[in-house]
């Protein structure tokens, strides 16, 4: 009898504490999905952000999904000139986290208002931007973790040494810290790779700048981006990656980057950035990924993740430069335990 007694309570704890938590879950559940209070309730999370610049005021886009007070993530998509478009696979992801992101078009992109002004095509004042967006959603060091994939990784650390106050933590995602190595890297380790006819070709219509030629851009898609970009046939890109190449702005990508992800050509405004000696100085947690196949050597992305105070190296071995669709399971598992570990500690 004393033994059945010892049973019972047993089960009877352990059937509350069960409920307990299925009832604490579910609580969070709701909570992530309450937008009653927000201001944006009736627009489903956009939110459209007015920028100050040095030609007047613009408006960008914003769509916040999820609430949670300790756990907000501001993605910065690549490019330049891209979209917010190709992050739509992080709702397979980041909800199931209780994780609140916010998907953002800077300035020229997209849903964002698009001025066509190439005095605004700086560094410096999409920094700028970055600051004035986190303002306007009232993100703070609290909360606020800053993401950014390839363009959006330069942005974010140059952010990061301007403003790591308001930083809780910080993800550079598939970006090197240097555009003079990463030209480097194409050329040296990547190109040869390539069929020596089609890379051959490449660099005759290279060397007469013929990038506008349609046969430049083929090339480089079918042999190089199938390989480094996102490792799918072309036909099985995900439809938010069709978008967001489809949805770019050209003007604004060639004018920074040049005329492809094949390195950088030509007289590109970013073909001499390079913040290496100045990663010492980000103090924040710090996560960099990398892909073993990335257009960026994932070397120099764990490199990254030694020379900064507070760093964490997360590698993709199947993943390219879009890792997040190509080893989208090592990607968002290692992405969701960085931000959770940086919350933990926080607490």
């Known amino acids: 009898m004393w033994r059945l007694s010892i049973l019972f309570f047993v089960i009877l704890t352990v059937g ?21 209070d927000r201001d944006d309730k009736f627009t489903g999370g956009v ?45 397979s ?7 609140e992101y916010y998907y953002y078009d800077q300035l020229e992109s997209a849903y ?40 959006g990784g330069i942005l974010c650390m140059e952010y990061a040494l301007k403003y790591q106050h308001n ?28 069929p020596p006819e089609v890379l051959q070709e490449i660099r005759e219509m290279e060397a007469n700048e013929d990038y506008t030629n349609p046969r430049y851009l083929e090339l480089i898609v079918k042999h190089y981006y ?5 490792r799918l046939p072309l036909e099985d890109w995900p439809d938010p990656v069709n978008r967001a190449f489809a949805h770019i702005n050209s003007d604004l990508y060639v004018t920074m980057q040049g005329p492809s992800e094949f390195g950088i050509v030509g007289n590109a405004k970013l073909k001499n950035w390079d913040i290496t000696s100045q990663l010492k100085n ?18 120099h992305m764990k490199w990254i993740s030694e020379q900064v105070q507070n760093g964490k190296y997360l590698h993709c071995d199947k993943g390219s430069h879009m890792s997040m669709y190509d080893d989208a ?19």
């Open 329 to 347: 399971e090592t990607y968002f598992k290692g992405l969701v335990d960085f931000i959770k570990e940086v919350d933990s500690a926080s607490k």
């Open 167 to 194: 930083l809780k933590g910080l993800i550079v995602s598939n970006m090197m810290a240097s555009i003079p190595a990463y030209v480097k890297y194409a050329n040296d380790v990547l190109g040869p790779q390539l």
């Open 282 to 299: 980000i103090s924040v947690p710090t996560l960099t990924i990398g892909g073993k196949f990335d257009t960026m050597d994932p070397e």
């Open 226 to 230: 199938t390989q480094h970009v996102l």
């Open 47 to 91: 939110k459209m952000i007015p920028i100050q610049t040095s030609v007047g005021e613009f408006n960008v886009w914003t769509k916040r999904v999820g609430n949670n007070p300790t756990m907000k993530v501001l993605l910065l998509h690549g490019g330049p000139g891209a979209t917010h478009e190709y992050f739509e696979s992080f709702d």
């Open 112 to 151: 964002s208002d698009q001025p066509n002004d190439s005095n605004l095509w700086s560094v410096e004042r999409y920094v700028d931007e970055v600051e004035q967006v986190r303002k306007a959603l009232g993100l703070n060091a609290d909360n606020f973790y800053l993401l950014g994939s390839s363009w």
């Open 16 to 36: 509350c504490n069960s409920n307990s938590t299925q009832n604490g879950d579910a609580e969070q559940s709701n909570s992530y999905l309450d937008y009653s």
């Open 93 to 99: 992801y980041f909800p199931h986290a209780n994780i």
